[in-house]
């Protein structure tokens, strides 16, 4: 399987500011995934990020809150913006459809931890 | 609506015990099925997949898990834990979402082991 890192692996932030998180994977993917997990809490899908195009939201997330970038078949961000305490979570990317595998099998970073103040 | 229930939030078992760890779905058809473990403050590792075919599937670390189709049940198993297993257990479907590939997860199984 792939290496997948994240950038930072925790922050502590600011009420009102954002932070953008790093996702580089190290071989081509043909798909990404930003996922959230609130303390305690299960995993729950942000967004598809679309290689050349917009992200793809699910319901409860928008791109004014969440907007990604994927520049490249193996990187992209997920901004946190206009943060407030309810956004202290772990954000975790994903990928899916490495060496041919099914988008479905979806192989985790390590997180970042944000704890907003 | 299409869920992902693991009943159990909390098990302990004693090192060298077996183990099982429920999952139950809600879907229509048959669905993908997943099992992944974070450990405290790690990611998420894949520990094994059902698509199709044989319903007893084997993974990593010496688990496995059986696909039920009439239980409706995708149950993690182990026959003698390791103190290392401790860590947090998601059962995972893949769900009909915006983008077509999105995971939902369970609320996840702790598990602690004993001496």
């Known amino acids: 399987s792939a290496v997948i890192s994240q950038k930072p692996s925790r922050d502590i932030c600011q009420r009102g500011t954002s932070l953008t998180i790093q996702c580089q994977v190290d071989?081509?993917?043909?798909?990404m995934f930003w996922y959230r997990q609130q303390p305690g809490q299960s995993l729950t899908l942000i967004a598809t990020?679309?290689?050349?195009?917009?992200?793809?939201?699910e319901s409860g997330f928008v791109i004014d809150k969440f907007p990604i970038s994927r520049p490249n078949l193996t990187f992209s961000t997920l901004t946190v913006s206009n943060m407030s305490p309810e956004d202290s979570s772990i954000y975790l990317c994903?990928?899916?459809?490495?060496?041919?595998?099914?988008?479905?099998?979806?192989?985790f970073g390590p997180g970042t931890r944000l704890t907003v103040t | 609506a299409q869920s992902v229930t693991q009943p159990d939030i909390h098990i302990t078992v004693s090192e060298g015990a077996s183990l099982e760890l429920r999952c139950n779905y809600s879907?229509?058809?048959?669905?993908?099925l997943f099992w992944y473990v974070q450990s405290p403050g790690q990611g998420l590792q894949l520990l094994l997949k059902?698509?199709?075919?044989?319903?007893l599937v084997q993974g990593i670390k010496g688990f496995e898990a059986e696909f039920k189709r009439s239980q409706s049940s995708f149950n993690l198993r182990k026959p003698s834990v390791h103190w290392s297993d401790a860590a947090e257990y998601f059962c995972?479907?893949?769900?009909?979402?915006?983008?077509?590939?999105?995971?939902?997860f369970g609320k996840g199984t702790s598990l602690l082991v004993t001496p």
């Open positions: 059902y698509f199709s075919g044989d319903t």
């Open positions: 990020a679309n290689q050349g195009s917009e992200a793809t939201y």
């Open positions: 071989s081509q993917v043909t798909m």
């Open positions: 995972a479907v893949a769900l009909n979402s915006n983008s077509g590939y999105a995971l939902n």
């Open positions: 879907y229509g058809a048959t669905p993908y």
């Open positions: 994903s990928v899916g459809g490495l060496s041919g595998r099914r988008p479905y099998e979806q192989y």
